[in-house]
């Protein structure tokens, strides 16, 4: 064999042999690698109201949960787990967020639910979860009896970061009777919705507390859509305010007819006012409103301007409080995962033990934490629509 023979021999020994290499593992024992075994998705389930009465809030919080999952997979997940969300429509309605609930727990077996968008249709369906101990994230709920003391027992597996009307409401009253001198009102109130029911009670409590007024209380049906004569019965009372308690339906429709008749006259409203839907609809109606809000789209706060920026990205457009609160309650619970050592055990107890201990998580909301009673501690800010914008007046 002459030089360049021998030489090309040796060559493809070389290359033989390398190949031969990579495919053995380190050690003694010679046997195959195996790739790195990926973690397998953590379903995360989420129960909204993208169609029916509560379709303004519905389809607003599905992009918030969505651009959380899709940024949280994108930086690895939960400790390399990605999270599969499986989204229901429960259509506004209780009977379908118990299915929706039913479905998630028994055929999906997700490891935690958010939702749903509605205080009735939590009461109704909680329970579910509850049985099934399943923890669950409630993320626009405000009415009573969501988290602490439920009416239908143990909730233990309940917390929630949407901010309470009892909480939001009575710092509401406070500040209106302090920067508007609001002496006397006339409370208005959908009486067959219970998040506006619990509303006007807790609204009932603070104007007394506050040494308001109340010159009438005026029911109507969150369905109604002529609202003309309980805006004329409230305005005979000649107040210095009107308060609602009722979702963004039934208050824009309060708000134009209050404009109509009484330009200029401040409109006081719970957490159902706190979507630019009442500014979209409402129009110049809408100017001078003034709510509760768990959060405000100039919040200067570093993670508060990262997810507008983010959301304006990706959906063209500025999110709002239902948004946010939906992106927040996933980065809740990614938290909880992370400190769950098997998230996806069909026993369900070890992640609600972590989602209890969760401590100043950096959220749009500001830092999110938990209280005894698995309600949201955070700031509150009391708004007004000003040339448009939800604006802090507190």
Same mark, same amino acid.
Request: some cysteine; overall charge neutral.
């Given at each position: 064999?002459?030089? +360049?023979?021998?030489?090309?021999?040796?060559?493809?020994?070389?290359?033989?042999?390398?190949?031969?290499?990579?495919?053995?593992? $380190?050690?003694?024992?010679?046997?195959?690698?195996?790739?790195?075994?990926?973690?397998?998705?953590?379903?995360?389930?989420? %129960?909204?109201?993208?169609?029916?009465?509560? &379709? =303004?809030?519905?389809?607003?919080?599905?992009?918030?949960?969505?651009?959380?999952?899709?940024?949280?997979?994108? $930086?690895?997940?939960?400790?390399?787990?990605?999270?599969?969300?499986?989204?229901?429509?429960?259509?506004? /309605?209780?009977?379908?967020?118990? /299915?929706?609930?039913?479905?998630?727990?028994?055929?999906?077996?997700?490891?935690? !639910?958010?939702?749903?968008?509605?205080?009735?249709?939590? #009461?109704?369906?909680?329970? =579910?979860?509850? $049985?099934?101990?399943?923890?669950?994230?409630? !993320?626009?709920?405000?009415?009573?009896?969501?988290?602490?003391?439920?009416?239908?027992?143990?909730?233990?597996?309940?917390?929630?970061?949407?901010?309470?009307?009892?909480?939001?409401?009575?710092?509401?009253?406070?500040?209106?009777?302090?920067?508007?001198? #609001? +002496?006397?009102?006339v409370l208005?109130?959908?009486?067959?919705?219970?998040? @506006?029911?619990?509303?006007?009670?807790?609204?009932?409590?603070?104007?007394?507390? &506050?040494? !308001?007024? %109340?010159?009438?209380?005026?029911?109507?049906?969150? &369905?109604? *859509?002529?609202? @003309?004569?309980? %805006?004329?019965?409230?305005?005979?009372?000649?107040?210095?305010?009107?308060?609602?308690?009722?979702?963004?339906?039934?208050?824009?429709?309060?708000?134009?007819?209050?404009?109509?008749?009484?330009?200029?006259?401040?409109? *006081?409203?719970?957490?159902?006012?706190?979507?630019?839907?009442?500014?979209?609809?409402?129009?110049?109606?809408?100017?001078?409103?003034?709510?509760?809000?768990?959060?405000?789209?100039?919040?200067?706060?570093?993670?508060?301007?990262?997810?507008?920026?983010?959301?304006?990205?990706?959906?063209?457009?500025?999110?709002?409080?239902?948004?946010?609160?939906?992106?927040?309650?996933?980065?809740?619970?990614?938290? $909880?995962?992370?400190?769950?050592?098997?998230p996806n055990? !069909?026993?369900?107890?070890?992640?609600?033990?972590? *989602?209890?201990?969760?401590?100043?998580? +950096?959220?749009?909301?500001?830092?999110? @934490?938990?209280?005894?009673?698995?309600? #949201?501690?955070?700031?509150?800010?009391? %708004?007004?629509?000003?040339?448009g914008l939800?604006?802090?007046?507190?």
């Amino acid at each position: 064999m002459n030089g +360049k023979a021998v030489l090309s021999a040796l060559a493809a020994c070389a290359l033989t042999l390398g190949a031969c290499a990579q495919t053995g593992t $380190a050690g003694a024992s010679g046997a195959p690698s195996a790739p790195a075994a990926s973690k397998p998705d953590i379903k995360v389930g989420i %129960v909204l109201s993208l169609t029916g009465v509560a &379709n =303004v809030y519905g389809p607003i919080q599905r992009n918030g949960v969505q651009l959380a999952a899709d940024r949280i997979n994108a $930086a690895g997940g939960a400790s390399g787990a990605k999270l599969q969300l499986i989204i229901e429509d429960d259509q506004s /309605t209780p009977e379908g967020a118990v /299915t929706a609930f039913r479905k998630l727990v028994s055929q999906d077996r997700v490891a935690a !639910i958010l939702g749903p968008t509605l205080s009735n249709s939590a #009461v109704a369906a909680h329970p =579910v979860a509850q $049985a099934a101990q399943t923890p669950v994230i409630a !993320i626009s709920n405000t009415g009573d009896g969501i988290v602490g003391k439920c009416d239908y027992g143990p909730c233990d597996y309940v917390f929630r970061v949407s901010l309470g009307e009892s909480a939001a409401v009575p710092e509401t009253v406070k500040t209106v009777k302090a920067k508007l001198s #609001v +002496k006397s009102v006339v409370l208005m109130y959908a009486q067959d919705d219970k998040f @506006s029911s619990d509303g006007f009670k807790i609204f009932q409590k603070a104007l007394a507390a &506050n040494g !308001i007024t %109340v010159k009438k209380e005026i029911a109507f049906s969150k &369905n109604d *859509v002529d609202l @003309s004569g309980p %805006v004329t019965q409230a305005l005979a009372e000649s107040p210095d305010a009107i308060v609602d308690s009722s979702l963004a339906g039934p208050a824009i429709n309060i708000l134009k007819e209050v404009a109509k008749r009484k330009p200029g006259l401040p409109v *006081v409203g719970g957490n159902g006012f706190n979507t630019p839907a009442i500014i979209q609809s409402a129009g110049a109606a809408a100017e001078g409103a003034i709510s509760g809000a768990a959060w405000y789209l100039g919040n200067p706060e570093q993670t508060n301007k990262d997810f507008v920026a983010a959301y304006k990205a990706k959906f063209n457009a500025d999110p709002d409080q239902f948004a946010a609160q939906s992106y927040a309650a996933l980065y809740v619970l990614l938290d $909880a995962l992370k400190r769950t050592p098997n998230p996806n055990s !069909i026993l369900h107890d070890k992640l609600r033990d972590q *989602v209890e201990l969760t401590t100043g998580v +950096k959220t749009p909301l500001g830092e999110v @934490s938990f209280d005894k009673n698995h309600d #949201v501690s955070q700031k509150i800010f009391v %708004v007004q629509i000003k040339g448009g914008l939800f604006t802090p007046i507190n």
